[in-house]
């Protein structure tokens, strides 16, 4: 009962903090509405232009010609909901966002053709949640099992050369992935250059998904080459740290297995620490899947996004964020849930316990 | 020191460190022995070796082992010898425990007490299932004194004192022979001192399990001691029953430290010991106690034996071979 109470509220402030980047980025976009004011007087431009071009309006006196240019501008103006402050409209523009009811894109369409921002920001989440899923995951299990491994073989020389290894995570994955590319597409020819499933996609379903894996590993490799190491490195030494705790000591001194010390006694107890630091590193991910995506054509959202940059399609942009927003917000609230799970102060609550 | 009712028996002990200023000898050369029933006390400062020794005798090495050597025999077999798997499955736990000096981060966080306590009657097969382990575990909680409700808690849920206790009830839990208890009450309140020191008479009484008690607080520890041993420098410096050594200490050392121990009727200076205890990187190689000692001769640039003196009490001092 008290996980689901902390999950609700947890959810809650994640929305909250959704509600307020998204808002962010709407008063950003218009300028602390300062747009309006620019769109106000072009609206008011070019109905002057129209009232002066009208052949009809020929010999009207001036003052008369101001007032009609001025009543057509005001019909506008209401029209367009202009009229309002803009802090009004910004709730508007808010809700719209975050109901990623964004309308209709300026120039990008989704595979089957519709311009309409909602399909085609959840056309290009599948890819995208696929390949980050997939290398997360992999990179994840990888690292804290050497890390574990290393730990125990501390100063040794695999120990050593692994966290020798570590600064290669100062660079992105991205980076490896232009080496992949150039090595196993290139000159080796045995892996596809880029894109998700090969063209035209194979009719079979498990055609389709052995294409599928292969399309995907080179850019998940590069992932992992990226994210791996620093891990470990990371890792080890939490590791390190909770393995000289007292209680360790204790469960040598019950006659415990090695084996059920290292599950039980180092790695529950690190798993909190290291979930903290692994969600951070997700973040980031998701930051640098747009240039990822970008270097292996993959139809994902972070490619989206740069394509509707380059075109300045506005709404794909908006709409790109707030996806993004929620994807974030979601992945924190995962983390907490897992967080919860493996940390009884969290699940029971200070002072709690009773059930 | 009969060899027939003989429960451990320590000999020429060794346990070395590696540093990056050379070795340490945290433990050089102890011998005692310690009969099934009575409870000893180790005092001494700190620095001195008292909870290397426990370690040495339980096997729990950090890595930077340098040396370790000498004869640990318990019920005539010297476990020194077993493999570390064979030593793991045969002696830890179910031979000998520890009560380990930090109570409050003796225990996992994440893991229920009762859990942990249950945890080495599972691991050394003592019971068939877990209910039943559980059940052992409720028994060890009323014993030390701990409501049973605590034991679907965890840890941070429990103040100091009962975790404190539930320590206590893990390390008694597989009925080993004997129990270290690493200054087991040194972080808390005096009340609470009082009543786990209370519950350990208690335990001695009932259940005639032997303790090993190691504190720098000679005033608690002669509530509980039967046989006192005094370490310096590493190694044993006197080891008599607790009677005499409480009223007529032998060693000079033993003497001073004995003499800066607050009473609270008696009116008189209390006393301190000049200098500092020595570099256990580079001991001096006589006695190790001679560059404080007042009664310092010619003799002390020798090592003095440890040596019966009558009376089953040993003392390494020139002074009374």
Redesign the interface.
Known sequence: MKISRYLIVRAIILFCTVVVAVYITVFIANMGGHMDQIRRDQIKFDVAQAVYADPGNMGVPTAELQRMINERAEMQYRRLGLDQPFIVRSVGYLTTALSLNLGRSEYLTSDTGSREVRRVITERLMPTLLLLGTAVILVFIVAVFVALALSRR?GSFVDRAVIALAPTSSAPGWFYGIFLILLFAAVLRVMPYGGMVQSPPPKEPLAYALSLLRHLALPVSAIFLGGVFGGIYSWRTFFLIYSS???V?????????SR?IQN??IL??TLPTIITQFMLTIITLWMGAIVLETVFNWPGLGRLYLTAVNLSDTPIIVGTVVIYGYLLAGTVLLLDFIYAI????IR?G????SR | MSEQDGLLQVEDLKLHFRTRLGPVQAVDGVRFSLDRGPAMVVVGESGCGKSTLARAVLRLLPRNVHTYTGQVILNGTDVMKLGEERFRRRIRWVKMSLVAQAAMNSLNPVVKVGVQVAEPLLVHRQVGNKREALERAREAFRLVGVSTDFLERYPFELSGGMRQRVVLAMALIANPDLVFLDEPTSALDVLTQTNIMNVLKGIKRDLGMTFILITHDIATSSELADRAAVMYGGQLVELSDAGQFFTEPLHPYAERLMASVPTLREDRELDFIPGQPPSLLNPPTGCRFAERCPSRFEKCDEEPPFEDVGGGRWVKCWLHV
Not at chain 1, 249 to 257: D, F, P, T, V, Y
């Open positions: 501390y705790e007292d209680y000591e204790l469960a040598r001194a019950k006659g415990l297995s059920r039980r006694y529950r107890p493996v940390d009884p102060r029971v200070k002072g709690g316990g």
